[in-house]
Nanobody
Framework: QVQLVESGGGLVQPGGSLRLSCAAS????????MGWYRQAPKKQRELVAS???????NYGDSMKGRFTISKDNAKNTVFLQMNSLKPEDTAVYYC?????????????WGQGTQVTVSS
């Protein structure tokens, strides 16, 4: 059974920082592309950041320079360091695992963790 369990969300003031973690189980973590997505009320889910199996990273435009994704293959965990947070970063943040093979595409989602940026 695949599980992605996020942690680290919460309430933070504008300009503050948070570090999200996602612990994965039930998958060969090191060969998956791991990512973070977010969804704000009444908005579509959007890519925050992703990291491929070889360590290549990709970020949403509004996150570049503020957010950093990293992973620890030994601990099957992916992290999202968020700095200089803004009220518009308020959303539910979801962990995502993705792998595309000739046998099919595998997509898994976590339950999400709430991030609220407010004074």
């Amino acid at each position: 059974q695949v599980q992605l369990v996020e942690s680290g969300g919460g309430l933070v003031q504008p300009g503050g920082s948070l570090r999200l973690s996602c612990a994965a189980s039930g998958i060969a973590f090191s060969i998956y592309t791991m990512g973070w997505y977010r969804q704000a009320p009444k908005k579509q889910r959007e890519l925050v950041a992703s990291v491929t199996s070889d360590g290549s990273t990709n970020y949403g435009d509004s996150m570049k320079g503020r957010f950093t994704i990293s992973k620890d293959n030994a601990k099957n965990t992916v992290f999202l360091q968020m700095n200089s947070l803004k009220p518009e970063d308020t959303a539910v943040y979801y962990c995502h695992a993705y792998r595309d093979t000739i046998l099919g595409t595998y997509n898994y989602w976590g339950q999400g963790t709430q991030v609220t940026v407010s004074s």
